[in-house]
T-cell receptor, first 112, second 118 residues
């Protein structure tokens, strides 16, 4: 079935470190891929997305590239800040239906 | 309102009690979704409304779960005879487009209701 697998956390980094959170997916057809972020006490917020192979989504210094050959959508940021501390969810949405399939989330803590 | 509002933020229920969780979507949003997020897991789909019509309830885990959206705006998720395995955060999301829009569209999520069944 359709699913998303992302690296387990928690991840702890020092400010200005490089961030990678791995995400791979299983789906038939051509899904769209998303990263959502959940700050403490808040709802899920869309961080970035990509709708087709080789597309790169980017926002707030975060980037992810839709790699169909490796079925991956890894999240990266060159220099993290304390304010990036949150839980990050990788998700897919198929081109049929309207459900999102989420990964289990990766908790990121950035220390000064 | 400016965002998706859910109430209550926290709910503690005794096993066997009935609960009702409320979602106020963004005004004018036609699509509304409920998701269940167990501790340490990602959200999982429960049900979808387009206006007042419940078009997909395939994710509801049992017949103890019931959702409604009678006037096409506010929605209520009701859980009867709560069990401990129902403990989770229940998220509501909405979209301005029918069917949740195109496949590349994201949804606006609320902050959720954390239900704890004791």
């Amino acid at each position: 079935g359709d699913s998303v697998t992302q690296m387990e956390g928690p991840v702890t980094l020092s400010e200005e470190a490089f961030l990678t959170i791995n995400c791979t997916y299983t789906a038939t057809g051509y899904p769209s891929l998303f990263w959502y972020v959940q700050y403490p006490g808040e709802g899920l917020q869309l961080l970035l997305k990509a709708t087709k192979a080789d597309d790169k989504g980017s926002n707030k210094g975060f980037e992810a590239t839709y790699r169909k050959e490796t079925t991956s959508f890894h999240l990266e940021k060159g220099s993290v800040q304390v304010s990036d501390s949150a839980v990050y969810f990788c998700a897919l949405r198929k081109n049929t239906g309207n459900q999102f399939y989420f990964g289990t989330g990766t908790s990121l803590t950035v220390i000064p | 309102g400016a965002g998706v509002s859910q109430s209550p933020r926290y709910k503690v229920a005794k096993r066997g009690q009935d609960v009702a969780l409320r979602c106020d979507p963004i005004s004018g949003h036609v699509s509304l979704f409920w998701y269940q997020q167990a501790l340490g897991q990602g959200p999982e789909f429960l049900t979808y409304f387009q206006n007042e019509a419940q078009l997909d309830k395939s994710g509801l885990p049992s017949d103890r779960f019931f959702a409604e959206r009678p006037e096409g705006s506010v929605s209520t998720l009701k859980i009867q005879r709560t069990q401990q395995e129902d403990s989770a955060v229940y998220l509501c999301a909405s979209s301005s487009r029918s069917g949740g829009g195109r496949v590349g569209d994201g949804y606006t999520f609320g902050s959720g209701t954390r239900l704890t069944v004791v």
